[in-house]
């Protein structure tokens, strides 16, 4: 009986310290490089490799982007012993030696596969392998695994079941691998997957390069999530963001331009830099991740200082870790407060119509009381002794605000 209450206590002790190893692997929201947008299912282990040289040519790495997630379409089946294997023809290398460069480039390597026998795009995926998948990905070298649900049953019972075998898996892979939950947010997955082992879980369905779902040619409603669509669902579950679990309103479309392709799908037609500076504004309010998904070796500079202004990055990858919460949603205005570390706060204002507007908002409505300085982190404005902020607002626009109470000290 004592042999099998000392068991008993062991392994209680095993699991909830692989509880704790999954809940400090994404402190922060992980930001980096997403596929799919760009190659689909045509990715290749040469597109990987100029996806990290130009992330740091272009001072992507330097402004904090970590990883490089390979989507569906790298897989090429199993071999005699079941265990999964790379596209031969993509990967000629195989993902380890992908995943040595990758690290050589001081980034980390993120991977896709599905919970179910096939994946989305109808390649090889980990549903009664999940052992066998975590313990090979974690001898590549993998950092990240997204684990999407196409093919799989609807219901929320099972869903928590086979992403908590994964995430069981993969913690006992003997690497620290990221978990990405992406079940598209139809079983509420912010109620439960931070206790099935996930870091961070999709709440809503693929982005599409559009503002929001009713913004398509001839004002016709083609469907397709956009913007605005994914920040109106994010912002009602802010509650249950943060230590280690995030809210995640899927991929930046930052510098795609319309571009063809899956984003291009259901209406993408495309955004105005004002509205991608916008995304990449409340993406990093709302404590997204951060997944560009763009061709990142050949984009303008519009993009860039979008994607790497360190003012608006210092934000989402504030450690304080609190998704801002909307106070404002009226009169084609939507304000959001976000508590950050030191005392400090960010607020932003976004107007949601199509003309410009004068927001008028007094520090405490939102409830800040005392003067403040602000930072603009777009423009570097910096006005002190606030009371009220006061500016004018383009459509679409979405002004970002640091403030810092009067006379607090650094």
């Known amino acids: 009986m004592l042999r099998i209450g000392t068991f008993l206590i062991a392994m209680g002790s095993f699991i909830c310290s692989l509880k704790a190893q999954r809940s400090g692997l994404a402190a922060v929201p992980p930001m980096g490089y997403m596929t799919w947008n760009f190659y689909a299912d045509k990715i290749t282990e040469q597109d990987v490799r100029t996806i990290a040289d130009a992330m740091v040519a272009n001072g992507l790495t330097g402004a904090g982007y970590q990883y490089i997630f390979i989507d569906d379409g790298w897989q090429g089946g199993r071999d005699k012993r079941n265990n999964i294997i790379p596209d031969a023809v993509k990967f000629p290398s195989g993902i380890k030696a992908l995943a040595d460069y990758v690290h050589s480039k001081g980034m980390k390597l993120g991977i896709y596969s599905d919970a179910a026998p096939l994946t989305c795009a109808g390649y090889t995926a980990s549903l009664n392998f ?3 998948d975590a313990a090979t990905f974690a001898g590549w070298g993998i950092d990240y695994l997204k684990y999407d649900y196409c093919n799989a049953p609807s219901d929320s019972v099972t869903a928590k079941t086979r992403y908590k075998r994964m995430a069981d898996a993969l913690s006992a892979s003997g690497r620290d691998i990221v978990f990405g939950i ?5 079983r509420q997955p912010w109620f439960w997957a931070k206790g099935a082992g ?4 999709r709440i809503a369905g693929d982005i599409r390069d559009k503002w929001s779902a009713d913004n398509d040619a001839a004002g016709v409603e083609k469907g397709g999530i956009g913007i605005l669509d994914a920040v109106k669902v994010d912002a009602d579950i802010a509650a249950h963001a943060g230590d280690g679990g995030w809210n995640d309103p899927d991929m930046l479309v930052v510098g795609l331009y319309g571009r063809k392709g899956p984003s291009g799908d259901l209406g993408g037609i495309g955004c105005s830099d004002v509205e991608y500076q916008s995304q990449m504004s ?3 309010l709302l404590a997204a991740p951060l997944m560009v998904s763009c061709d990142v070796a050949g984009m303008n500079e519009a993009t860039k200082r979008i994607l790497t202004n ?8 504030d450690k304080l870790g609190k998704q801002a919460i909307r106070k404002i949603n009226s009169d084609g205005r939507q304000v959001y407060v976000k508590p950050l570390e030191n005392n400090e706060f960010a607020v932003g204002i976004l107007n949601t119509g199509t003309a410009a507007i004068k927001a008028d908002i007094g520090l405490p409505e939102l409830g800040l009381e005392g003067k403040y300085t602000s930072l ?3 423009n570097n404005e910096i006005r002190k002794d606030q009371k009220k902020l006061s500016y004018l607002i383009a459509p679409h626009e979405t002004v970002v605000l640091r ?3 009067a006379g607090a000290k650094k």
């Open 403 to 405: 403030l810092t109470q």
């Open 376 to 378: 603009n982190v777009w």
């Open 130 to 132: 999940e052992e066998q």
């Open 182 to 186: 992406c079940e598209w947010g139809g």
């Open 282 to 284: 409340l993406w990093c």
């Open 310 to 317: 360190k003012n608006i990055l210092a934000i989402d990858q």
């Open 198 to 201: 996930g870091s961070l879980w």
